[in-house]
Every structure is written in structure tokens, then in C-alpha cells.
């Protein structure tokens, strides 16, 4: 019982940190070290299997602020969006629109890490036109991540 307890008072106050963190409430102190953070797989609620997948956020903390980001995207398999992403069987192109589509929400993976670690937080960043998926799965993973570097 006492270990229950313990443990929803204990991600509660996690959660409350974030939450302050992610408002602007107050200085978050951080742990030095590299941290990971995953989002949910995300699904589009009518079906459709474009933008399936989830994000995996590699974050370093020194000297108490973010020096280091990594974002990456993956389909629900666990195959990585990369410059083949969009691009019928592998390697050709069989419509142009969709795979430019594709290939803007991998570049704002570069995008958001930089705007993390240029602006030390989540808040204030805000998402990229055509990358919005990318970004709550970015938003989600980051929370993840960040959780485990509070001090």
C-alpha cells in the first residue's frame, strides 16, 4: 500500500513539473546526462496510413541546459523515415506531391531539435506548416524525455 502511495505521489509531482515547465511556471532544473523520450504511435483517426508512426527524441543535458538534440520518426514497424520515405517500393517515385510531403516532415526533424536546444525549452516552439504530426509526436517525446532529466 505504502509503495502505491509512493509511486502516484511521485508522478504526480513529475507531472506537475512538466506542466509548470511547459507553461512557463517556473525554472526546471535538470540533470546532466543523455536521456531518451518515445511518443505513442500515432494513428489518423479516419484510417489512413499517412504519418502512421512515432518519434523517438535523443536529448543531452550539460551544465543544466539542452546542448544536444536529436529527433527521429519511425512507421508503426519501427522502419525509419528517412530520404525513402514517401517513395513507392523502396526506391522510385510515384507521386511527386506526396513524397515532397513526406520528405518536409523529415526534414523538421533537424528543425525542431535545433529549436529545442536553441531555446533551452518546449515552450515557445511551435510547429512547422506541413509538419504538424511530427510535431505533437516531437512535443510528446521531448515531455518523455525531459521527465527523466528533472532534478
Not at 539542452?66 to 507521386?95: H, M, R, W
Not at 531555446?119 to 510535431?135: C, F, M, P, R
Request: proline share 1%; net charge negative.
Amino acid at each position: 500500500m505504502k509503495i502505491k502511495k509512493l509511486l502516484a505521489s511521485s508522478l504526480c509531482c513529475v507531472s506537475c513539473v512538466i506542466m509548470l515547465s511547459a507553461c512557463g511556471g517556473g525554472e526546471v532544473s535538470y540533470k546532466d546526462g543523455s536521456y531518451e523520450g518515445k511518443s505513442e504511435v500515432y494513428e489518423n483517426e479516419d484510417g489512413s496510413d499517412e504519418g502512421n508512426g512515432y518519434a523517438v527524441v535523443n536529448i543531452t543535458i550539460k551544465d543544466g541546459q539542452i546542448s544536444d538534440c536529436t529527433l527521429q520518426t519511425f512507421d508503426p514497424d519501427g522502419n525509419l523515415k528517412d530520404e525513402n520515405y514517401g517513395k513507392a517500393s523502396g526506391s522510385t517515385v510515384a507521386n511527386k506531391d506526396y513524397y515532397n510531403k513526406a520528405q518536409k516532415a523529415v526534414a523538421s526533424c533537424e528543425e525542431y531539435a535545433t529549436m529545442l536546444i536553441n531555446n533551452g525549452q518546449l515552450d515557445g516552439i511551435d510547429a512547422i506548416s506541413g509538419a504538424t504530426i511530427n510535431y505533437n509526436e516531437f512535443i510528446e517525446a521531448t515531455e518523455n524525455a525531459l521527465a527523466q532529466a528533472v532534478k
